[in-house]
């Protein structure tokens, strides 16, 4: 079995992660930015993705925005938009 992932936040990171929650116009930011807060609050990724969102997600979404989020911050969030290759062929 695999291990649970986690999310340790420092002060700095939750006020952040909450501030972009909270007052940030992109909707998909405040969205990835109130399930990493859920993680980090000690849910599963697996559970917020199923039913602590207002959509459910794929869990795997939610381990991407963990991943991303680990290796490169709220930037990385940003950097990152949904929808793929797709979204660049238009």
Known sequence: MAARRTLELKTRQRQEL???RDHDPRPY???RCGAL???AAG???HAVARWGLL???DPDTLYG???IYEAEGV???VAHQHGG???RCL
């Open 18 to 20: 909450a501030e972009y």
């Open 29 to 31: 930011l405040r969205e």
């Open 37 to 39: 807060l859920k993680i």
């Open 43 to 45: 849910a599963t990724a």
């Open 55 to 57: 959509k459910p997600r």
């Open 65 to 67: 925005w963990l991943r």
């Open 75 to 77: 930037s990385g969030l």
């Open 85 to 87: 290759d797709r979204r």
